[in-house]
């Protein structure tokens, strides 16, 4: 076939493509639950765009949820790729190339990646496919200030190497966005997270006192209960098992009735049931599990407890900000962007039961406190609404439009 014709060919099908419209956008992320938890926003400005929306996942490990059920009647297409968390598993190389002839087959033109695995296989099959309209959403690389020297030492060095093949590395907290512009993507963007409803969370979380009522009876909560939540998947990461510890040592040392809300689920949901018993403390903590109406459960709260040893810009957080919670964190990357010390809450800056426990006596026995810091973080979670974030977001996929 000479030259020629091939030119005349390779017109055609482009102007085909967009006389139909067909602009194909694949997202990817190594669990189902991701999209539909967090990037709805995406997927809407990306169909206002024109593009048709692809989803490769492995949809046999769901996360924030139990099942897939809220990706029907998106329209979004799926695809299964055998994703494995774990770098080393060699079962991602088959995943790899299951993305390769993902992107082949559908003609992908552009590619959006979260979480670290599903990033890296995206990102080297868009390179093997030519595909160079590649974005990546990095929430919380695997190494930051405090991280072991193993996290540096394997993700640093490939997060460096394969921003060569990113053409925009969005980032969601300072500390990664000074990282990442030291690397070789072709454009680094400071995106204030995911972005959340803050008005719509508020409204949800004033509910009447019948409601409050009915809720406080299903969850085992008198009305003498000083209420404490978390909300996370049960992983090591998130650190609950120290919260557990905290509430033993409240329970021990003062007179107040404590109850401990723990909303999510994960791999160490029953080691920390069995820990509960084990500190006797069950009667003190509620494993309420994942909860579509988190906003009603965290409006009967006082303070929103977050020990995380690691995170990117958590959600939970801003949602618990956004209600009008006090919060004390873990002074670690992503709460501490949040969380103004002595403003909206205390950022501590190390893992002392001690310490945490009278921090949370001191403030719920202090009314005023418990008022002021929930309304600062009301005005301060403002930055993080939802309608600057797409604004940013409509800004970086328009640009990928010329």
């Known amino acids: 076939m000479c030259r020629w014709t091939l030119s005349v060919i390779v017109l055609a099908e482009n102007l085909g493509r967009l006389y139909m419209g067909s602009k194909k956008a694949l997202l990817v992320t190594t669990v189902s639950g991701f999209v539909p938890q967090f990037e709805m926003s995406n997927v809407a400005i990306l169909k206002e765009l024109g593009y048709e929306i692809h989803y490769a996942s492995n949809f046999h490990n769901p996360s924030y ?13 799926c695809h299964q790729v055998d994703f494995e968390r774990s770098p080393f598993d060699k079962k991602n190389w088959h995943a790899y190339k299951q993305l390769v002839n993902i992107m082949k087959e559908e003609k992908i033109d552009l590619v959006h990646c979260h979480t670290p695995m599903g990033a890296v296989l995206a990102r080297l099959a868009a390179k093997k496919c030519g595909i160079k309209d590649v974005l990546y959403t990095a929430h919380g690389f695997h190494f930051f200030k405090g991280a072991s020297i193993k996290n540096w030492l394997i993700y640093y060095p490939v997060e460096r190497f394969l921003s060569r093949y990113t053409g925009t590395q969005i980032c969601i907290n300072i500390e990664d966005f000074n990282i990442a512009r030291k690397f070789r993507a072709r454009n680094v963007e400071y995106v204030a997270g995911v972005g ?4 719509d969370i508020k409204e949800q979380s004033n509910i009447t006192d019948e409601e409050k009522n009915e809720l406080r009876k299903e969850l085992g909560i008198k009305d ?21 510890e ?77 209600v009008g919670l006090p919060v004390i964190c873990s002074k670690v990357r992503g709460n501490a962007d949040l969380i103004d010390h002595e403003k909206g809450g205390y950022v501590v800056d190390r893992f002392d039961v001690c310490v945490w426990s009278d921090l949370i006596y001191s403030l719920l026995m202090d009314n005023n406190k418990l008022k002021s810091f929930g309304e600062y973080n009301m005005v301060r979670i403002k930055e993080y609404d939802r309608s600057n974030v797409e604004k940013e977001m409509r800004r970086i996929y328009e640009f990928y439009e010329k």
């Open 65 to 77: 949820g139990t099942d897939n059920k809220r990706l029907e009647g998106t329209g979004i297409i």
């Open 224 to 244: 003498t209960d000083r209420v404490l939540i978390t909300a996370g998947e049960m992983i090591e990461r998130k650190n609950q098992q120290f919260l557990l």
């Open 196 to 199: 959340i409803d803050t008005s």
């Open 246 to 322: 905290i509430i033993n040592r409240i329970k021990d040392k003062t007179n107040l009735n404590i109850k401990f809300i723990l909303c999510g689920h994960g791999r160490l949901e029953s080691k920390l049931k069995n820990s509960a018993k084990s500190l006797g403390i069950e009667d003190n903590v509620i494993f309420a599990g994942y909860r579509s109406d988190i906003y009603k459960i965290l409006g009967l709260a006082e303070v929103f407890l977050f020990s995380s040893f690691q995170e990117g810009l958590p959600v939970a957080v801003m949602e618990a900000m956004a």
